[in-house]
């Protein structure tokens, strides 16, 4: 990058929120996805945290004349390669915008900065009895920004949806400088287009996100968890159809399998039966004089189709033992192999069966190991692939077993990411779901808005 | 262990950058930068492995930035071993480009050689005036002329006497229940003789008979974790051999640092040494914590008076995530008829110092210290209790800054107070 650049930058966000180090810049050329960018092609020129919406129009206002890429970047968690730098770009941190602006208690709403974390926003609201439900399993480290730009989801997305859901208004930078605010605070809006939801998931290659309105609920009054055991993988998927279809709501339902409840019982001991096919880890919360109710019933069902072992936490102690097990589960399969690839692929919930055993199959194909672990009420499921990345020769059948995971994703019906994104690491596979002329028409709202392609170049398109 | 830095590729990779440490490193608190934080060490590790950077002085300074607490090891989904990539670095520095000169001098002349510690730290008591200056209302001392160290530094002065001058080398018990060997450490000998003075009397009052081994160095932490590890070897093997020389049912420690070299890290240091690692494995199945023997001694709370104090008290990183002893000092604290025990929040935060770290990124360590100084503040808790007398140092340092009037000191120095107010009651009542 220019030293001119670079000293202009300097000027707008002060020297003590720049760096141009190759050791700095070098931490930029990742994120939590396997995507990495190339030291001799990728190494970004500066990295800035600026501390202003007003700053970061000028950023990118001198960023448009000089024609220079912008990455921008939270916490550097996102899962799916769309915070790594490229080539001799701007990465632009908005950690230093981190300020609760604003929890409306009569509105039923927060304004926040993007820096925010996201737990803390939700600790924030939970001490005035209001709750803010998307819940990344990043949530006590990633930001508010990067869950908005990403969309993230959480387990708790079977019952109060994803982070789109709660955006209801946002202030952006866009690639021109200027600043515009779409949506705003009120729950009803139809003014123009849904600017805002366009923007939520737009992954940083159509603005930078300066500042964000939430909509809050009001915090359920109380939980109720339990566990059960199925022999087979298929009654314990069947099980989350019938809980659903019976109009009860879990506000979590996660699935782990075989490969899982072997690590986890050798790590942490938590008394699974390791032949077990399948665990199901159900939470129900709201109103806590129907939760025994709903408990009972979720109870039946679980019987019903074959469980063999159904715990109920009676305390909130027991409800803490029975999340150990979910919560070891990545410590519990990390030991196995050294590198850990979490796949999103989301299928509707009545194929979760289906795309279970083609996952199954896929392993087999291609002499891998891949544990699922899903959001099975909300058809999210996380293959996870154990790998070693040093290994090239296995890494390329991974890399082949990927792209088959995706294809048979999209045959059944389904979505190649539930919540964490295209980035980089999904762009080549992208149209397999939108088809040529969807991507036609995705591409003309980004040449729209950022015609000289600065904003995050090669995120979600492909370069 | 002379594993080369190559041969910790493995343990690197298992980063999966998911970016957790970002929630508990210290360091990344304050700067906010990426390549502060763990996975950004752990990352910067990976380029020098596989040539993408130079141990350039950039790259140098970032591997300094880490106060080795443990934090995002304890917090890592993958369990990555952090501590031990960084010190890897570390390691690897010092053999191709060398110590700084005041380390160079101090680790391989100074902590090496007993004699020289020992005369250097009594006649130090003289020199030390030249050097450093009183600090402000003649607390502690700044120091005078460039040593690399942050001249704002308050560090405690060197005591009048040193510990291990003030006590014979048993201190006998009639009917010994337990012999035990006690290790020092440097700080309790040059600096806080009053924490030793304090372990021995609670132990000899429990019927512990103490032996004080002469011969015995600075466990060499300070040497290891600044990557030199041949200067770290030959302290860890005069200290293996001083301490197994007797057959001591435990060897004590009141400092979680040296304890955990003492009970772990010597034996990873012997790795490759079959004799030593046999020796070192011994040595740390009898080390215990100060306060892990005294919970397990019959009746250790009758001896305890009243103590009408508000306490709060702070894990140390390597008494906690290290040697894991939480449960003991609070149960100890909380045993003491008339002690109200606030829990502060975050009590297993590192308190900034980290041993030299505090000396090389002073205002750094500053910054962190004052988190840690304002939770002791919001428990209104008059006395802070500790287990490292590093930590005691530095928090009596950022407490002294702020203003605040909060005492500090020892597990050690609590029951100690708490033994002989129960004494007074019982020489009082006797009209002595």
């Known amino acids: 990058m220019r030293p001119e650049t670079i000293q202009r930058l300097s000027e707008i966000v002060g020297k003590d929120n720049i760096y141009t180090a190759l050791e700095d810049l070098y931490c930029y050329t990742y994120d939590a996805s396997f995507v990495k960018a190339d030291l001799n092609t990728d190494l970004a020129g500066v990295a800035v945290y600026p501390g202003s919406t007003e700053e970061i129009a000028r950023i990118i206002k001198l960023a448009n004349q000089e024609k220079i890429p912008i990455v921008p970047r939270g916490a550097g968690t996102n899962v799916s390669g ?204 709201g109103d806590s004089e129907i939760l025994g109710k709903q408990i009972r019933k979720i109870e039946q069902i679980c019987k019903g189709l074959g469980a063999v072992q159904i715990r109920i936490a009676s305390t909130q102690m027991e409800a803490e033992e029975l999340w150990r097990a979910r919560r070891s589960a990545f410590a519990a399969v990390s030991r196995l192999r050294p590198t850990i690839i979490g796949e999103d692929a989301t299928v509707p919930r009545s194929s979760i069966p289906a795309a279970v055993s083609r996952i199954q199959a896929i392993a087999a ?99 | 262990m002379n594993r080369s830095l190559e041969s910790w590729q493995n343990e690197a990779i298992r980063c999966i950058r998911c970016g957790a440490c970002q929630n508990v490193c210290p360091v990344f608190k304050e700067l906010q930068v990426e390549s502060t934080v763990a996975r950004g060490r752990v990352k910067l590790i990976r380029g020098v492995i596989n040539k993408d950077l130079d141990l350039t002085e950039g ?40 110590l700084s000169p005041l380390k160079n001098l101090v680790f391989r002349l100074v902590l090496k050689n007993r004699w020289i510690f020992d005369t250097g730290m009594r006649t130090g008591r003289f020199f030390q005036g030249l050097v450093f200056r009183k600090g402000p209302e003649g607390q502690g001392m700044l120091p005078r002329m460039s040593l690399g160290i942050d001249k704002r530094r308050l560090l405690s002065p060197l005591a009048q006497k040193t510990f291990k001058s003030l006590y014979p080398e048993v201190v006998n018990v009639p009917e010994a229940k337990m012999k035990v060997a006690f290790f020092t450490g440097c700080m309790i000998n040059y600096i806080y003789p009053d924490t030793g003075r304090a372990v021995i009397n609670v132990l000899k009052r429990n019927g512990v008979e103490v032996r004080i081994p002469p011969l015995q160095n600075c466990c060499g932490t300070p040497v290891r974790i600044n990557g030199d590890y041949e200067t770290a070897k030959t302290m860890a093997k005069a200290n293996i051999d001083v301490l197994l020389k007797e057959n001591y049912d435990s060897v004590v420690v009141a400092c979680g640092t040296c304890g955990l070299s003492l009970k772990e890290e010597y034996a990873e240091l012997f790795q490759d040494d079959p004799i030593y690692l046999e020796k070192a494995k011994i040595l740390g199945s009898r080390v215990k914590d100060f306060t892990e023997l005294v919970v397990a001694l019959e009746g250790f709370q009758d001896k305890m008076g009243h103590l009408p104090l508000k306490v709060t008290y702070h894990d140390p990183c390597h008494l906690a995530r290290g040697l894991r002893v939480k449960a003991q000092p609070r149960k100890i604290i909380r045993s003491i008829p008339g002690v109200v025990f606030q829990e502060m929040d975050k009590a297993d935060t590192c308190c900034g110092s980290g041993g030299s770290f505090s000396l090389y990124h002073y205002e750094l360590s500053t910054k962190i210290n004052d988190h840690k100084v304002n939770t002791i503040k919001e428990t209104g808790a008059e006395l802070l209790v500790t287990g490292c007398s590093a930590c005691r140092m530095h928090i009596a340092d950022g407490l002294n800054r702020q203003g605040i009037a909060v005492q500090v000191m020892h597990t050690a120095q609590l029951i100690e107070m708490a033994y002989e107010s129960k004494q007074r009651r019982i020489t009082k009542n006797l009209g002595v």
């Open chain 2, 59 to 98: 790259l140098i300074d970032k591997m300094s930035l880490c106060l080795m607490c443990k934090a995002c090891v304890a917090n890592c989904p993958s369990g990555v071993k952090v501590d031990k990539l960084v010190e890897a670095a570390r390691k690897e520095i010092t053999e191709k480009k060398g």
């Open chain 1, 82 to 285: 769309g915070s790594v730098s490229l080539g001799d770009c701007i990465i632009l941190v908005l950690k230093r915008m981190n300020k609760i602006l604003e929890i409306d208690r009569k509105n039923l709403i927060a304004v926040v900065e993007p820096g925010v974390i996201t737990a803390q926003l939700q600790s924030e609201v939970e001490k005035m009895g209001l709750f803010y439900p998307p819940d990344p399993a990043s949530q006590a480290f990633s930001t508010m920004g990067g869950n908005v730009a990403e969309c993230a989801g959480g387990p708790r997305g079977v019952k109060y949806g994803v982070t789109r859901d709660y955006v209801i208004g946002l202030e952006v930078v866009l690639p021109s400088g200027e600043v515009i605010n779409t949506g705003g605070r009120t729950m009803k809006n139809v003014t123009g287009y849904d600017m805002t939801k366009l923007f939520t998931g737009s992954e940083g290659t159509l603005c930078v996100i300066t500042k964000i309105i939430v909509k809050l609920i009001p915090l359920p009054e109380a939980k109720n968890t339990m566990m059960a055991v199925f022999p087979e993988i298929a009654q314990a998927c069947e099980t989350v159809s019938e809980i659903i279809a019976a109009g009860l709501i879990p506000c979590a339902l996660e699935l782990l399998d075989n490969i899982y409840i072997r690590n986890i019982e050798e790590y942490a001991q938590v008394g699974l039966p390791t032949d077990a096919g399948a665990v199901l880890l159900i939470e129900v919360d």
């Open chain 1, 365 to 463: 194909k291609y002499d891998l190991i891949i544990a699922i672990l899903g959001h099975a009420g909300d058809g999210n499921l996380h293959a996870t692939i154990l790998t070693d990345e040093t290994n090239v020769e296995e890494m390329a059948r991974v890399e082949k077993a990927i792209k088959e995971i995706f294809i048979v994703t999209v045959e059944l019906g389904g979505s190649l990411s539930g919540e964490h994104g295209i980035g980089r690491a999904k762009s080549k596979f992208i149209t397999l779901q939108t088809g040529e002329a969807g991507l036609a028409v995705q591409r003309q709202i980004k040449q729209a808005l950022d015609p000289h392609n600065l904003m995050n170049p090669g995120v979600m398109f492909g370069a």
